[in-house]
């Protein structure tokens, strides 16, 4: 069974203060992994996908990192308005269509 | 371009009852997708639709249904609601099997 842990489940920073949220993933074959991140009551906002271990993706402060079992995604120098969770998901290769596998997200909060 | 667009935002109803949601894809996007969100279970999947035709299912019971029109907008359908069937529920677009962009989600709440 496709699985997918994220970690932290919470975490809190001071303003410029960088970290990293780690999702691990366990699958029969990876055909694509994807960083989400979502405001409350709101939908997820695509951020990145990464398809193969070592490719790396840039986006202003965020950056995803992609090896054969996890991924990274490093916040560097973050603002308060990066503040939301961070939701990880990955598509099997061994379905057919776009049935994503979510893990339970990171709630990040950074205090001015 | 414009993005993937859900009606209504917020429906209240009450035990026993049926529900439609309707979602618009992103112009050119063939592929819907629906997941259920809740804070005990996370984002779920429900079902997806590709051409008009059901391609995945996920692990729901009958009495949650969806289709898909020819245009590509889509519909799910959630007979005799439960309490418990009070989430948010997202449909998300995507051209063929890659990234899925999600609507704003309707917030369905069971009385």
């Known amino acids: 069974e496709d699985q997918v842990t994220q970690s932290p489940e919470a975490l809190r920073l001071q303003e410029g203060e960088s970290s990293s949220l780690n999702c691990s993933y366990t699958?029969?074959?990876?055909?694509?992994l994807f960083w989400y991140r979502q405001d409350p009551g709101k939908g997820p906002e695509f951020l990145f996908t990464?398809?193969?271990a070592g490719e790396e993706k840039e986006k202003e402060r965020l950056k995803a990192t992609l090896t054969k079992k996890e991924s990274f995604l490093h916040i560097t120098a973050p603002k308060p308005e990066d503040s939301a969770t961070y939701l990880c998901a990955v598509l099997p290769a061994q379905t057919s269509g776009s049935r994503l596998t979510f893990g339970e997200g990171t709630q990040l909060t950074v205090n001015p | 371009k414009a993005g993937v667009t859900q009606t209504p935002r917020y429906l209240i109803k009450t035990r026993g009852q049926q529900v439609t949601l309707s979602c618009s894809p992103i112009?050119?996007?063939?592929?819907v997708s629906w997941y259920q969100q809740t804070p005990g279970q996370g984002l779920q999947f429900l079902f997806e639709y590709f051409s008009e035709t059901q391609r995945n299912k996920g692990n729901f019971p009958g009495r949650f249904s969806g289709r898909q029109f020819s245009n590509s907008r889509s519909e799910m359908n959630v007979s005799t609601l439960e309490l418990g069937d009070s989430a948010l529920y997202l449909c998300a677009s995507s051209l063929w099997e890659d990234t899925q962009y999600f609507g704003p989600g309707t917030r369905l709440t069971v009385l």
């Open positions: 112009s050119g996007h063939r592929s």
């Open positions: 699958v029969s074959g990876l055909r694509g």
């Open positions: 990464l398809y193969s």
